[in-house]
């Protein structure tokens, strides 16, 4: 599996989760990395971004100022810190990579390789 998503779980609100997109034969480092989120019954939403060389960074109005996203290119991997963590995050999150322009980079159809979803569920 190229992309591997992991760092899930149940987590009580105002807690905190890091997820790891973990890459197999793709360099995540010359590719833009998303994390999305998807909720039952809901559409596929953009949470974050990470562009090429890192110094740049998009995140979804509903989680600024709670998530991160960073990368260590040396482990070839991706995170999401995620804090204060409400019972609106709960929802399968998945990691994707795209090429696409940054005008685009929230805009899931541009993402041609996805991770499998890990789930996050958060109770209150």
């Known amino acids: 599996v190229p992309l591997q998503a992991s760092g899930g779980g149940l987590v009580q609100a105002g807690g905190s989760l890091r997820l790891s997109c973990t890459a197999s034969?793709?360099?995540?480092?010359?590719?833009?990395t998303g994390w999305f989120r998807q909720a039952p019954g809901k559409e596929r939403e953009f949470v974050a971004a990470?562009?090429?060389?890192?110094?740049?960074?998009i995140l979804a109005d509903s989680v600024k100022g709670r998530f991160t996203i960073s990368r260590d290119s040396a482990k070839n991997t991706v995170f999401s810190q995620m804090n204060s963590l409400d019972v609106d995050d709960t929802a399968n999150y998945y990691c994707?990579?795209?090429?696409?322009?940054?005008?685009?980079?929230?805009?899931?159809?541009?993402?041609?390789?996805w991770g499998q979803g890990t789930q996050v569920t958060v109770s209150s």
């Open positions: 994707a990579v795209t090429k696409t322009v940054l005008s685009s980079i929230r805009d899931a159809r541009q993402y041609g390789l």
């Open positions: 990470i562009r090429y060389a890192g110094s740049s960074k």
């Open positions: 034969g793709v360099t995540l480092s010359t590719y833009q």
